[in-house]
């Protein structure tokens, strides 16, 4: 029996939605409606031509695929969808996504996955400025190198870097680990580097799986908050 | 917000198409910057011969006041150029102001003609017949108005030198300070807004001797704010993001032209932009394209 040669099953054949002929806020209205349980569980959407807030705030875990470059907010808010971006994303990709994965088989603009609280969001390419901005919880694999102020005032969660770092890497970081195999500009302030402990190369390896990466773990460094920034101390006074 | 478009052809025989290929960008930044637009565009010039676009109220008769002077004028809407032989330019210049203070000269050069007023980027583009019109390159600037007052004198782009150009996404902060300092360097400023300040300071830059390249990168350190800077001369094409890098810039390369949108919706309908490198300007880099002659090579760079 030849697997290959067998008939498509309907419910894999992925829903085509073209932007070109079709409203973005029918295409947003529809992927929102889905059912937890829908059948409809692949969707290729077309000619996005850098359109904002392509298939955003999705809860139904679907698969969609957006063929070309997307504009700003891209996936955002997403909550247990699958989502690939066969191009570039704009600002905000993934802003504040809560579960499932986004991937970027291009590079992605500034702010990518700020203030994320959950999923996998994987780029390819580069990220610019503010990767991870705030981020919550989210897991980031960049496998280019990003911007200046990645990691600003992230919280929790898990930025790798395979490329370089931009200036500023990790300001007033709180409790998130940040992976870099490149070189680093600058790091923030109260952002250090820190020992790359067993469990932190267990999880290193874990996420590089995840995002279908491959690199060697022992040849990443990690960062994180030296933690001085947490409270006032009345020796800083003079640096507000 | 605002939106800026640039293209700057490298193919010359897309050199017609770029009216229509720069008006169809701005249309696409309407809402980024709905309230005015404007564009400068270097098309042919004539050795000897500069051009002065002159702006005038509608019922102003350019033909008349340039029969006068024995000079030939293109009148578009309320906008008009006229070709002076450069040796009459100050004798001009003084007719103007002593007979005719209703007419503002709003720019000068060997190629560039400037065009803007308040309206909807297609109206605007519509009103001056921008896509009937040719060049090498052009930059065009759609504005939502934040330092200053919605009107035609503070829509982009800004010129203060001849050929030179600039259009402006961001505020500066220290526009004020600049501005005493560049006066008291005799350069004249026609309006309050901060865009003019950045373009009188490179064109001081560039009256002092600086190249392109050498004003935007002392614009780094002197301008405090946030900008996304297109910068035209007669040869060159440049562009400058703020350290911070706030403002969002987009950029497409090709064989045949490098494209500046401030999204990447801007350059989604120009030829081949499948293939198109894209990219983003990095922050605090000053990158320029240009063409020292009609028959030179083309010399870019990043400083």
Known sequence: MSLAAAPKIAETDPAIFDLASAELRDLNAMLQALPPDTNETAWSILNPRGAHAVAVGITAPVAITVEGHAGYYCAGMNDGASITINGNAGTGVAENMMSGTVHVRGDASQSAGATAHGGLLIIDGNASARCGISMKGVDIVVKGSVGHMSAFMAQSGNLVILGDAGEALGDSLYEAKLFVRGSVASLGADCEEKPMTAQDKSDLTELLRRAGATADVNSFKRYGSARTLYHFHVDNAGAY | ?303
């Not at chain 2, 989604?268 to 990219?279: E, M, N, R, T, Y």
């Open chain 2, 1 to 303: 917000m605002c939106g800026i478009a640039g293209l700057f052809l490298k193919n010359r025989s897309l050199e017609p198409e770029l009216g229509a290929l720069t008006a169809a960008m701005l249309t696409v930044l309407t809402d980024r910057g709905p309230d005015s637009a404007g564009f400068a565009i270097y098309g042919s010039g004539a050795p000897g011969e500069i051009k002065l676009t002159l702006r005038a109220p509608v019922y102003f008769d350019f033909e008349a006041m340039a029969a006068g002077l024995n000079l030939s004028v293109t009148r578009r809407d309320d906008h008009a150029v006229l070709a002076v032989p450069a040796a009459r330019e100050a004798h001009v210049r003084s007719f103007l102001a002593a007979n005719h203070p209703e007419v503002a000269i709003v720019s000068s050069g060997a190629r560039m003609e400037l065009f803007k007023g308040v309206g909807l980027p297609s109206d605007v583009s519509n009103r001056f017949g921008l896509s009937g019109m040719s060049g090498s390159h052009a930059i065009g600037h759609t504005r939502m108005a934040t330092e200053s007052a919605v009107t035609t004198q503070g829509a982009h782009p800004f010129s203060t030198g001849p050929d030179q150009c600039l259009v402006h996404n961001g505020s500066l902060s220290n526009h004020n300070d600049i501005r005493r300092r560049l006066i008291r360097e005799h350069m004249s400023f026609e309006t309050q807004n901060d865009t003019e300040v950045a373009a009188g300071y490179l064109s001081w830059k560039l009256r002092s001797g600086a190249k392109l390249d050498e004003a935007l990168t002392s614009a780094l350190d002197t301008l405090d704010g946030f900008y996304t800077f297109v910068v035209g001369t007669e040869t060159g094409f440049g562009v400058l993001r703020d350290p911070v890098a706030c403002k969002p810039a987009v950029m497409a390369e090709t064989d045949d032209y490098v494209a500046f949108g401030s999204e990447y919706r801007a350059l989604v309908d120009l030829p081949g932009i499948s293939k198109a490198h894209l990219f983003e300007p990095e922050p605090a880099k000053v990158y320029f394209w240009e063409r020292p002659t009609r028959e030179g090579p083309t010399r870019e760079g990043a400083a």
